[in-house]
């Protein structure tokens, strides 16, 4: 449930700029920032057409380095969990 929210809640982004502010913003929707951060990242190395998880860390850490504020650990265990479904 929370990973779909994650995914509604990108559908609006149209660049990192705005994924970095909806993960920062608490308020922007139901899913936390972990989980928004792990669609993203999953979703980036699927598009990619790589799932490996060194290209999910990738993602985040560039997630990270624009300026998003996760936990980054928690963050990969729930893309690696998601992919694995």
Do not use: P, W
Not at 10 to 15: F, R
Not at 23 to 37: F, Q, R, S
Not at 40 to 67: K, P
Not at 72 to 85: P, Q, R, T, Y
């Amino acid at each position: 449930m929370a990973i779909r929210i994650a995914n509604n809640a990108l559908e609006d982004c149209q660049d990192v700029e705005q994924v970095v502010e909806l993960i920062n913003d608490e308020m922007a929707t139901d899913a936390n920032a972990e989980m928004i951060a792990a669609e993203y990242a999953l979703n980036a190395a699927r598009e990619a057409g790589y799932t490996e998880n060194a290209d999910i860390e990738a993602h985040l850490n560039f997630l990270h380095e624009s300026g998003a504020t996760f936990d980054f650990h928690e963050a990969l265990k729930i893309a690696i969990n998601e992919k694995k479904s």
